[in-house]
């Protein structure tokens, strides 16, 4: 009879703490869930706004402080990481939204769209062969990503663009002038 007690002693301690553990994460999720829900409803309030007014520049602040202090508190929430890097593009904040995108990939290694948000932040922080390759890793995870394929050959364009502009010092050639600067041409109907 004292090991049926004792059994069911330990069966209701374990059952105890599973469900006070499980509370514990709820509360924690539900705390979570509030700061991104707060912290959205001020992105939503700033989005409307001049790009420079001064109170969009303190609604997203305080929109990127409730976030940070979410993963601060749950570095594995792929949400906040998500959003933040939503507020740092709204701020037009690169640099930190590569940082943020490159600790969500971390989470969700498997995830491409996440490598084409991170393409994106390169292609806008002027990194045109980041883009490209952040690109090329999610279509080696989904070669199927259409969005990938579309985006991979935009950037491929503003790649190429770039270095013909660089080849050429930024002076304008005509066709058919074989390199040579227009400039210092001459056409063939008048000699000088």
Same mark, same amino acid.
């Given at each position: 009879?004292?090991?049926?007690?004792?059994?069911?002693?330990?069966?209701?301690?374990?059952?105890?703490?599973?469900?006070?553990?499980?509370?514990? *994460?709820?509360?924690?999720?539900?705390?979570?869930?509030?700061?991104?829900?707060?912290?959205?409803?001020?992105?939503?309030?700033?989005?409307?706004?001049?790009?420079?007014?001064?109170?969009?520049?303190?609604?997203?602040?305080?929109?990127?402080?409730?976030?940070?202090?979410?993963?601060?508190?749950?570095?594995?929430?792929?949400?906040?990481?998500?959003?933040?890097?939503?507020?740092?593009?709204?701020?037009?904040?690169?640099?930190?939204?590569?940082?943020?995108?490159?600790?969500?990939?971390?989470?969700?290694?498997?995830?491409?769209?996440?490598?084409?948000?991170?393409?994106?932040?390169?292609?806008?922080?002027?990194?045109?062969?980041?883009?490209?390759?952040?690109?090329?890793?999610?279509?080696?995870?989904?070669?199927?990503?259409?969005?990938?394929?579309?985006?991979?050959?935009?950037?491929?364009?503003?790649?190429?663009?770039?270095?013909?502009?660089?080849?050429?010092?930024?002076?304008?050639?005509?066709?058919?002038?074989?390199?040579?600067? *227009?400039?210092?041409?001459?056409?063939?109907?008048?000699?000088?």
């Amino acid at each position: 009879m004292k090991t049926v007690y004792g059994i069911i002693a330990h069966t209701v301690f374990a059952l105890t703490l599973t469900l006070s553990q499980t509370a514990a *994460a709820s509360a924690d999720i539900t705390k979570e869930n509030t700061g991104i829900h707060a912290a959205m409803k001020l992105y939503s309030q700033a989005l409307p706004l001049d790009i420079d007014s001064p109170k969009r520049a303190e609604l997203l602040d305080q929109s990127a402080s409730i976030l940070q202090k979410v993963i601060e508190n749950n570095p594995e929430s792929l949400e906040a990481h998500r959003k933040l890097m939503g507020v740092y593009l709204l701020k037009q904040d690169y640099s930190n939204g590569i940082r943020t995108m490159q600790s969500a990939i971390t989470l969700s290694p498997e995830d491409p769209k996440l490598f084409i948000t991170l393409a994106f932040l390169y292609e806008h922080s002027g990194a045109f062969e980041y883009a490209k390759a952040m690109l090329n890793q999610a279509l080696a995870l989904d070669p199927n990503q259409k969005i990938a394929k579309e985006y991979k050959i935009v950037i491929q364009q503003k790649i190429d663009a770039l270095n013909m502009d660089q080849l050429h010092k930024g002076k304008k050639l005509m066709g058919a002038n074989h390199g040579k600067p *227009a400039d210092t041409t001459h056409s063939p109907v008048d000699p000088k």
